[in-house]
């Protein structure tokens, strides 16, 4: 196989894309991209609501739901066909491709990535892993290559990192290049293009003879700093990057250095979305992670605080509903919202301090009549939007939950909720 320019497997988590990068996904013959895959893409990336197939903004869709129980596999490949054939013609565009059509479509993954076989060899998409395994292809090459370029070349160097956490104190811009994270947790340039894609990305880096040997060294450097903390040598939000370089490669090497920067720093708390990335295909690691508290800013800004203060963005009517509800863990009937009209209403000022004009006011006396559908298309927003942040074993906790007719609430314990 000819060496690749990217970074191996398609990341399980795509969150944010380079200039060039294309987010392809399997959509329903319709072209309604509503959930999964498809709605990332018409959320982030600019697929439009109709289109079957093709490019559209940065992403890519291949028809593959015709219908329950239905599947047209002859019109899957010829789909996947046309994909690859613009893959070839459009060499300037790098195609991430997704677990297309293993979702609502009912493939599995050993079928699906029959039809892909032809793109292993093309240099400018990437598959999942468990297409790759499938089609029994060789080892990615990762493009370590990046890292060792940057490490030595240019005013931000590894020596210069090296000596500055010898000193006690960093001060260049380096922090990507020499502690690397699991992709996804920034969102700069260079935090997705020295993310870490994967476990078997880690792992490479670990056994690169040059890379694994400094990220040791300077971790021992790291180390050797006594009586500061990561905070006072390396700064916010750097300190937390660190963490979460740390916890990647201990889950790849435990009981390495990387476990004594962790509770030597860290009082051995591990970053709980570096362990929620990795452990998308690893149930091993899904009982690693814990409910995070959840803090809510004097801006209304709702952050889990122990998943380096990751915000869950709403749009603001949505946001109060949400609010109004982890203000009342007792629970509220949808019947009985009219009764907390104005409390909404205080809420959603808070959040938009501009005064409430007729438009806002009409929104908020829909959201809370139990009548029209309003209210019911929030709390699956507000559920979507948790289920995109936080592990579904744990999400439920998060969002308002009930069955129809009986009291909704959120169950998070409220010693978890922080009122800023």
């Given at each position: ?39 990332t893409a018409r959320k982030k ?140 947790l920034g969102h700069s340039y ?54 979460s370089c740390m916890t990647l ?172």
């Amino acid at each position: 196989m000819e060496e690749k320019e990217y970074i191996g497997f398609t990341p399980d988590y795509i969150e944010r894309l380079l200039p060039k990068q294309v987010f392809v996904f399997g959509s329903n013959a319709l072209g309604y991209h509503t959930g999964g895959a498809s709605g990332t893409a018409r959320k982030k990336f600019g697929a439009v609501w109709g289109q079957a197939e093709g490019l559209q903004g940065q992403s890519y869709a291949i028809p593959v739901d015709f219908g329950k129980d239905v599947r047209k596999d002859n019109e899957v490949k010829a789909a996947v066909d046309r994909f690859i054939a613009f893959a070839k013609e459009h060499t300037e565009l790098f195609f991430l491709v997704t677990r297309v059509g293993c979702g609502i479509a009912g493939y599995h993954d050993e079928e699906m990535a029959q039809f892909f076989k032809e793109a292993l060899e093309l240099k400018n998409v990437s598959l999942p892993k468990s297409f790759v395994d499938a089609l029994g292809g060789e080892e990615v090459n990762y493009s370590l290559e990046r890292f060792i370029k940057a490490q030595d070349f240019g005013w931000a160097t590894y020596s210069k990192a090296l000596s500055e956490i010898k000193e006690g104190h960093k001060s260049g811009n380096w922090i990507w290049y020499v502690f690397p994270q699991i992709k996804g947790l920034g969102h700069s340039y260079n935090s997705e293009f020295y993310g870490i894609s994967s476990k078997e990305e880690a792992k490479a880096y670990l056994e690169h003879p040059v890379l694994g040997n400094r990220l040791r060294e300077i971790s021992q450097a790291l180390l050797n700093c006594s009586n500061k903390s990561a905070n006072e040598i390396l700064g916010f939000p750097d300190d937390f990057k660190v963490r979460s370089c740390m916890t990647l490669f201990d889950l790849i090497s435990p009981n390495d250095i990387f476990n004594d920067v962790l509770y030597k720093f860290y009082e051995g708390q591990r970053c709980d979305i570096t362990i929620w990335r990795l452990s998308f295909h690893d149930n091993k690691l899904k009982h690693q992670i814990k409910l995070s508290r959840i803090t809510i800013t004097k801006e209304s800004a709702v952050l889990l605080s122990d998943y380096d203060n990751k915000e869950v963005k709403m749009e603001p009517i949505t946001k109060a509903v949400y609010l109004l509800f982890l203000k009342h863990p007792e629970g509220i009937t949808f019947k009985h919202l009219p009764d907390f009209r104005k409390e909404m209403a205080e809420l959603y000022a808070q959040i938009k301090p501009y005064g409430l004009n007729d438009r806002i006011i009409k929104s908020i006396e829909d959201v809370t009549n139990p009548l029209l559908n309003s209210i019911n298309e929030k709390w699956s927003r507000i559920k979507a939007y948790f289920l995109s942040q936080v592990d579904a074993s744990l999400a439920d906790q998060y969002y308002i939950t009930g069955k129809s007719g009986e009291v909704k609430k959120i169950t998070l314990p409220r010693d978890l909720v922080i009122w800023e």
